[in-house]
């Protein structure tokens, strides 16, 4: 198997972060909206019984969270 050498991707500077002064704290982040938040792309995980069930089929049992 051969591989073929590439060019790196240029450097290019990071404006878009903001300044660490001017930037304000984090808010504090709600542990259930954490906790609500589907771990394999993001979306909100609905309550069903015992089980948080996602849309894109991920889920965790009472056992996984409590």
């Known amino acids: 198997m051969t591989f073929e050498a590439r060019e790196p991707l240029p450097v290019r500077p990071i404006d878009w972060l903001p300044d660490t002064d001017d930037a304000s704290p984090p808010d504090e982040l709600d ?11 993001g979306a909100q995980m609905l309550e069903r019984k015992c089980k948080l069930i996602c849309r894109c089929g991920y889920f965790l049992s009472c056992s996984d969270y409590s």
């Open 31 to 41: 542990p259930a909206a954490i906790l609500l938040t589907c771990a394999n792309c």
